[in-house]
């Protein structure tokens, strides 16, 4: 028997891509319906939600927008991936760096910035991705996208390597906000730790290892049920036995007159579906039941 529907939240591994946790986690869960969201660096570690069975439908919709990082920089040298994976391509001497001139640096790197992505990374140019292109030998020139860093602290200083904690919008890459650090800085700079510790409303504190998740019970335990995942990431909408009989059949209700996706939940607690106002009506994003 399969895992129940729900989301699972993951302690990735150093290492590991997205695509192999989900391929452990689809034989932990005894199903092949496993699917992940915000993909992670194979070098970083730390929170990532997948969806199981029928949860693998909400991960379209989970508002994952912002996200919490523990990190390192190593001041003094440039990667070909601004992080310890690539090539260095220069080394300079960081001795001097000041922690004021460090503390003038980070903050100029907080709040809404345009943001060059890292050259190898998985935004597509003309169809093909960027780091696919920049293996092949192509030099690749990405546009500037506008990200949001709301948060951006020193934690820790030891020689080269400064520890910080970072809190960003979706699609910030913190390696080439370690990039950035050290053009500012004027000696470069590379990643060489990311754990991610939080992301959207799941934080490291519910996330398992996946050595923990040994055994059928274990797993199970440690899946948040289908109700409680759409209760925990949407607002919430009550219906009547006539409502929910209707949503479920995929019939459009009246109107909640709020913003974005809620879900609508039947008077037993179970969730219907996510729904959402558009063209005047509470339309059914995603329709859970009948299971």
């Given amino acids: 028997m399969s895992a129940p529907d729900g989301l699972l939240v993951v302690d990735k591994p150093s290492g590991w891509t997205s695509h192999d946790v989900v391929g452990r986690t689809r034989r932990l869960a005894r199903t092949k319906k496993v699917g992940h969201a915000g993909t992670l660096d194979p070098m970083a570690t ?55 001139a460090l ?13 060059v992505p890292s050259a190898v990374s998985a935004v597509k140019v003309a169809g093909v991705r960027s780091y696919a292109r920049v293996r092949a030998g192509e030099d690749v020139a990405l546009a500037p996208r506008q990200v949001r860093v709301a948060r951006f602290d020193v934690l820790a200083r030891r020689g080269d390597d400064v520890d910080v904690r970072v809190e960003v919008s979706s699609g910030t890459y913190v390696r080439a906000l370690a990039r950035d650090l050290g053009a500012a800085l004027g000696v470069g700079a590379h990643l060489t730790a990311l754990r991610r510790t939080r992301v959207g409303p799941f934080a490291l504190e519910a996330a ?4 923990e998740l040994t055994g059928d019970e274990v797993v199970d335990a440690a899946v948040l049920g289908l109700d409680d995942a759409v209760a925990a990431s949407f607002p919430r909408r009550d219906l009547s036995e006539q409502e929910a009989g209707d949503l479920a059949h995929g019939r459009r209700l009246a109107p909640s007159g709020a913003p974005g996706a809620r879900g609508a939940f039947a008077p037993d607690g179970r969730c219907i579906a996510l729904v959402e106002d558009t063209g005047g009506a509470a339309r059914p994003l995603v329709v859970f039941a009948p299971a």
Avoid: F, M, P, W
Avoid at 208 to 211: M, N, W
């Fill in 46 to 100: 730390g929170v990532l939600v997948l969806g199981i069975g029928r949860a693998t439908r909400l991960l379209g919709h989970l508002a994952l927008t912002d996200k919490a990082y523990d990190a390192t920089v190593r001041l003094g040298a440039t990667t070909i991936t601004d992080d310890a994976e690539g090539d260095v391509l220069e080394r300079r001497d960081a001795s001097g760096v000041s922690d004021e």
């Fill in 103 to 115: 503390a003038a640096a980070v903050g100029e790197l907080t709040g809404e910035l345009d943001q």
């Fill in 208 to 211: 398992r290892s996946l050595e």
